[in-house]
């Protein structure tokens, strides 16, 4: 069983940064496939970010050149770096691994998942 902890959610001005941690425990962390989601209220939950073990990454058109997700075997956690924040990426920000990787873009297909962080950016 895998176990997943979210930090580093915050409130920040339209323009700032902030970096999300997902720790990971239980599990063989270089076989998943990590990936963040996110939901706002009244919205469903979309795919952000998702990283291969080979450290192939995957964005969505919303963040692609202001997000970048990074993984850390040693530490066996995952991050998002958020850069250029606007107010729509105001959301829970979720940390989720996947053990077949084959569509990554896609919460279904994840196994497991984290409490989630917020992350607020005002205007």
């Known amino acids: 069983q895998v176990q997943l902890v979210e930090s580093g959610g915050g409130l920040v001005q339209a323009g700032g940064s902030l970096r999300l941690s997902c720790a990971a425990s239980?599990?063989?962390?270089?076989?998943?496939?990590m990936g963040w989601f996110r939901q706002a209220p009244g919205k469903e939950r979309e795919f952000v970010a998702a990283i291969r073990w080979s450290g192939n990454t995957y964005y969505s058109d919303s963040v692609k050149g202001r997000f970048t997700i990074s993984r850390d075997y040693a530490k066996n956690t995952v991050y998002l770096q958020m850069n250029s924040l606007k107010p729509e990426d105001t959301a829970v920000y979720y940390c989720?691994?996947?053990?077949?990787?084959?569509?990554?873009?896609?919460?279904?297909?994840?196994?497991?998942w984290g409490q989630g962080t917020q992350v607020t950016v005002s205007s």
């Open positions: 239980g599990g063989t962390f270089r076989r998943y496939v």
């Open positions: 989720a691994a996947d053990s077949l990787g084959v569509v990554v873009d896609s919460f279904q297909e994840y196994d497991y």
